[in-house]
């Protein structure tokens, strides 16, 4: 069976519960109930795992090897900051999907630059928890045949 692989980084257990303005309503626990539903719909599997800990994403990166036909990855701030991620992105072969909630572009010049999004497959940004959805059924739809 297809696994997908839905990872979220730092400060992001906090949604829906802080700054319902930039982030809106929908907790984590909401969106992973959500995806689980879409990803079974498919007959695949979904795992989920967050963590605000940059060794922890980069563990999990690298043990998705393998296991995931694709990964969703919400990198919160380290988007903006981790050649450390980067690496771990660029040395497997799992294609990786970079989600933002938020417009990253509409925001501070600091959120402008993604150091993730050269290594990954593809990247949704601005559409809100939408984009969550959106990322996975891109793995869903593309893998259909094979
Ligand atoms: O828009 C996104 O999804 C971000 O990845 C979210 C990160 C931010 O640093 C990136 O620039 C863009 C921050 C996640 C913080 O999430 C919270 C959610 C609710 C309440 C507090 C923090």
Redesign the pocket.
């Known amino acids: 069976m297809k696994r997908l692989l839905l990872l979220n980084?730092?400060?992001?257990n906090?949604?829906?519960?802080?700054?319902p303005s930039?982030?809106g309503t929908t907790t984590l626990e909401d969106v992973h109930a959500e995806i689980k539903q879409l990803t079974a719909a498919y007959g695949w599997e979904l795992d989920t795992f967050q963590s605000n800990h940059e060794g922890e994403l980069i563990d999990c990166l690298q043990d998705a090897e393998g296991t995931y036909q694709g990964i969703v990855f919400?990198?919160?701030?380290y988007?903006?900051t981790s050649i450390a991620i980067r690496d771990a992105i660029s040395g497997i072969d799992v294609p990786v999907i970079e989600?933002?909630?938020?417009?990253?572009h509409q925001?501070e010049a600091f959120?402008h630059h993604s150091m993730l999004a050269s290594v990954c497959y593809g990247q949704v940004?601005g559409l809100g928890t939408t984009g969550y959805r959106l990322a996975t059924l891109a793995f869903l739809e593309e893998n259909k045949k094979g």
């Open positions: 980084g730092p400060n992001l906090r949604l829906g519960k802080r700054e930039i982030y919400n990198p919160g701030a988007t903006h989600v933002h909630i938020s417009n990253i925001r959120r940004v």
